[in-house]
């Protein structure tokens, strides 16, 4: 298993790597899943709406893309996260930029274990999901605290 975090022309965000690596992985032992490598590489802006345009042929800005190369329960995958789309949602959410990210971050994982977002009940789960996933990371933090 192993979980990586680059960044791409910018500083990666302040987080608790150690703590954020064990959520992921407590998050997919919940979801029956093994990790193989997972990648989370924060870009700016532009450097998304290429990746978007490039291999998606999308014509719009977006927070995260996520490329899967799972094999069965074996999750595996590349996930781009613009830091200035999850700061502007922050504010558009009225949430902290460290929830926004965190919720972003799962999402790209959902994404990987086979949940959707192209509808509105499927919206409606992925959301409820994030949600529960990022009290989850607070309730580990706040236990590696101590």
Request: net charge negative; with cysteine; aromatic share 12%.
């Amino acid at each position: 298993m192993s979980i990586k975090y680059l960044s791409e022309g910018i500083a990666k965000p302040k987080l608790r790597y150690s703590i954020v690596s064990l959520w992921i992985k407590n998050v997919l032992k919940l979801e029956n899943h093994q990790s193989g490598i997972l990648s989370y590489i924060f870009c700016n802006d532009d450097y998304l709406y290429n990746i978007n345009k490039q291999f998606l042929s999308h014509d719009y800005y977006t927070d995260i893309i996520t490329f899967d190369y799972s094999e069965k329960n074996m999750v595996s995958g590349d996930m781009f996260i613009s830091i200035e789309r999850v700061k502007e949602n922050s504010l558009l959410y009225n949430c902290s930029y460290n929830d926004e990210i965190l919720r972003v971050m799962i999402h790209g994982l959902l994404h990987l274990l086979g949940y959707n977002d192209s509808n509105e009940i499927e919206k409606e789960l992925m959301r409820k999901m994030e949600d529960e996933y990022v009290l989850m990371f607070k309730e580990i933090d706040n236990a590696n605290s101590k």
